[in-house]
C-alpha cells in the first residue's frame, strides 16, 4: 500500500485531465500501510522516465520563469519548471501510471496549484526540475475543499532510487517514510517514523507544513510546531530534487488547493 496515513492499522510521468476553466489537477498520495523494510536488491534502480510538464492555465504567450535554486513558488506564471507523476496505490499496487488517468487532474489556476482526484488510492506528486539539493526547507501553504479523508505530503532527495516522503494526512495522522524505485516501476513505501499530531486542522480548512533534510537529520513541522524530530541512517540518502504530493484514500473526491511552496536552505 502506499505511504501509511497512519491509520494504524498509511515519478516521471502522465496522467493529465483538462478541466474547462482549470488546468488539469494532480492527486495525493494516501498514507499507505508501510511494507517492512526489504533487503537492499542488486537490480539497478527504476529508470524513471521523461517528466511530464505540468498543465497550467496561464496563457501560451507567458514568458518561463527563470529557474531559482531558493525561492518562492506562487505559481502566478508558467509552471514549466515543475512535472509530474501519478502513482496508483489501487489496482496497480504502486506502480507507476504510464498512461492517461481521466479521474485524476493537477495544474495552475488563479495562483493555486490544483489537484483533483475522483479516483481511489491515486498518489499523485509534483517535483520541481531544475535543481538537487542536499540540505533544503520545504513549506507549503495547502487548503482541503475536499473530503477529510487525504493526505499532503513533502518530498526531499528524489532521484531514479527513491525519495524521503514526510506525508500529514487531514484526520490527524502523520508518517516519514522512504519510497523506494523497483525496476518494474513500482514503489515500496517504507515506514520510517509516525505518530498523531493535534496541530493538524481537520476538515476544509488551511495548513501549513515544513519538511527539512539537513545531513542524516529529517524534521517535521505541523502549523509552526516541531512534530518529529530523527536521525535517518538506514537508507541514507543524500542528495535529489524537491516536491509535494497529494494522495486520495477510499472516499471521494479529492481537492486540495496550494497557495505557495517555499524552497530554502535549512
Known sequence: MKKTVYVFAFFVLIGVLSLACLSPTISSLPAPTPVPPTPTESQPPAS???PTPLPTSTPADTPTPEAQDFFTEEFNSSADLWSYFIIDGYQEKNRLVEGDEPKVSV???NGYLVFEINKNYQ???VTYDPYTYTDVRIDVRAENFGVNNNSVSLICRYSDQG???FNIANNGLYSILYAEWKPSKQVVYHLIADGGS???RMGKDVNEYTAICKGRTLQLF??????NTLTE???????????ISVSSFNVLPVHVEFDWVKITPP
Not at 233 to 243: C, D, I, P, S, T
Open 163 to 165: 525519495w524521503y516522503e
Open 107 to 109: 495544474g495552475t489556476n
Open 198 to 200: 493535534n496541530k493538524i
Open 233 to 243: 541512517n538506514r537508507f541514507a540518502l543524500r542528495e535529489g530534487q524537491v516536491g
Open 123 to 125: 498518489y499523485v506528486y
Open 222 to 227: 505541523i502549523n509552526g510546531y516541531e512534530t
Open 48 to 50: 524513471v522516465d521523461t
